[in-house]
């Protein structure tokens, strides 16, 4: 029958392993060193996790779906996520080093406030992070470092040291997606490609009037991609949000539509997706710099 074990303390997980914790908001790990195997299916963590995988040992699913990874990738997960983890090897010792940190580490630090930017926390599908052996070096060091200031014991700056350190291997890993994003970009291209299919679509049919305006997710998921790693891709290739650019095709749109002068602005608004006529207006003058109204005056008299 599947276990599941909701993870909710940094000594919870060492505890299974059979490894030491040197502090209950943090631990390096090493599962090299494992003393106990894993036994659990399920797990809903409660504690942010990044695991540095050297070898394909397990089968991960994030949902519903299977992270695709192989040698040298890096999964990540934060509180309130659910994973399905299945081993593919009977080996109590596996070649696997991570970080696991608990929110309340974070609690009054700058990391705290900036965390939800590092958006490869909520990766999914095929998204895991393939790292070059030169970027291993990298991650492996910034661990080191992470579990020699927690070899030294705590002192008054050690919390502070390791937030920063902490931060710093985020920061590492946000350059490796980013240069990740610009070495797929054949394939990101084709992803634009869909996206800018399905966004015609959903305009020139009746979805718009139907369902309201678009979400980013709407999209994410009609690519099989989450919503924060199609965000960044996209802002990597294009400069832009997904957001912006729906904003900037309903404004084209618009514009187009109130050329003709038998469509009222409260049915253009409607046809777009907008519920309110006035949210309309007030996304079209942000944009364009004037009321729907004045521009429509204005073209007339062109």
Request: aromatic share 12%.
């Amino acid at each position: 029958m599947d276990k599941i074990l909701n993870l909710d303390s940094v000594d919870q997980y060492n505890s299974l392993y059979g490894l030491e914790t040197l502090n209950p908001l943090v631990s390096v790990i090493d599962l090299n060193k494992a003393t106990r195997q894993m036994d659990y299916v399920h797990w809903n963590y409660g504690v942010y996790a990044l695991y540095l995988k050297l070898e394909k040992a397990c089968d991960i699913k994030y949902g519903r779906r299977s992270y695709d990874y192989q040698e040298g990738t890096v999964v990540c997960f934060a509180p309130g996520q659910t994973t399905e983890t299945t081993l593919t090897t009977d080996r109590v010792q596996l070649n696997v080093l991570g970080i696991l940190f608990h929110p309340d580490l974070l609690r009054g630090t700058t990391l705290g406030k900036t965390i939800k930017k590092y958006t490869f926390f909520s990766y999914e599908v095929s998204e895991a992070l393939h790292l070059s052996e030169d970027e291993r070096n990298i991650m492996t060091d910034c661990l080191k470092i992470i579990r020699m200031e927690l070899e030294r014991g705590v002192d008054k700056h050690s919390k502070t040291l390791l937030v920063n350190y902490i931060e710093l291997l985020l920061n590492y890993c946000m350059r490796f997606y980013e240069r990740q994003f610009a070495t797929r970009s054949h394939s990101n291209h084709d992803v634009l490609t869909r996206f800018e299919g399905l966004l015609d679509d959903y305009f020139e049919g009746e979805l718009a009037e139907r369902d309201g305006l678009p979400t980013v997710k709407y999209f994410a998921d009609k690519l099989c991609l989450s919503s924060n790693y199609f965000g960044d891709m996209f802002k990597k290739e294009t400069g832009k949000t997904p957001q912006e650019y729906i904003q900037e095709k309903v404004i084209e749109l618009a514009k187009e539509r109130m050329s003709d002068r038998r469509e009222t602005v409260s049915r253009v608004a409607y046809s777009l997706g907008f519920q309110y006529p006035q949210h309309f207006c007030r996304l079209f003058k942000k944009r364009v710099g004037c009321t729907p109204n004045e521009y429509r005056a204005q073209n007339l008299l062109l």
